[in-house]
């Protein structure tokens, strides 16, 4: 992933020189696409809305989501239309079809818009419980840092929709953490 993001900052540092030579738009937009070819970018996958265990809904929909986000970034697609379509498209037929039952879905290039109402449809079916139950079975591993057990921690206790993350995230150091110097 690191590599991609600086394969993406090396691209868009070429595109800003060529600018900045006053090139012409048929120079950079070869260098772009020259540029983007070396870069093989495998598509997201659809999203699955069948139930499986592990994750509700609403998180596997977010994870998808960001994974998506990504994707667009990698790319380099900044038209809103075409981030649309592509939305729909790599979501898959399940969820095509859900997003042509909901109403008021804007026009073709309401890309924010789209992502908003599929993000309100998951939503709902978010499984709290489970998603807090998720987070209180949470050790750090083997060979996991603090920081990075921190981080995991903080990443779920977002899907749980905590009052107070904090308290709950340093409950949980102290329970499933492995330091018993941290402990006391």
């Known amino acids: 992933m690191q590599y991609l993001l600086s394969r993406i900052q090396h691209w868009r540092r070429g595109e800003r020189v060529l600018r900045s030579l006053r090139c012409s738009d048929l120079l950079v937009s070869e260098f772009r696409a020259t540029s983007m070819a070396s ?13 499986e265990l592990g994750l509700s809904l609403a998180s596997r929909w977010a994870l998808w ?21 592509l939305l729909l498209y790599q979501a898959g037929p399940q969820v095509r079809e859900i997003f042509a039952q909901l109403t ?8 924010e ?11 709902p ?9 998720r987070f209180r079975e949470l050790k750090q ?5 603090l920081d990075q057990f921190h981080t995991r921690l903080r ?30």
């Not at 870069?39 to 139930?51: S, Y």
């Not at 818009?113 to 939503?123: D, I, P």
């Not at 079916?125 to 139950?133: A, D, S, T």
Request: aromatic residues 10%.
């Open 141 to 145: 591993g083997e060979k996991e840092s």
């Open 65 to 85: 989501l960001r994974e998506f986000n990504t994707f667009l970034l990698a790319s380099g697609i900044t038209d809103k239309k075409r981030q649309r379509a």
């Open 39 to 51: 870069i093989n970018l495998q598509p997201v996958p659809p999203f699955v809305v069948d139930a």
């Open 125 to 133: 079916q978010k499984n709290r419980r489970y998603e807090v139950y």
């Open 155 to 184: 990443n779920m206790a977002k899907v749980c929709d905590f009052h107070d993350a904090d308290f709950e995230i340093e409950e949980q150091i102290i329970i499933g953490g492995r330091s018993s110097r941290i402990r006391k």
């Open 104 to 111: 008021d879905v804007g026009g073709d290039s309401d890309f």
């Open 113 to 123: 818009l789209a992502k908003e109402k599929l993000t309100q449809y998951f939503e």
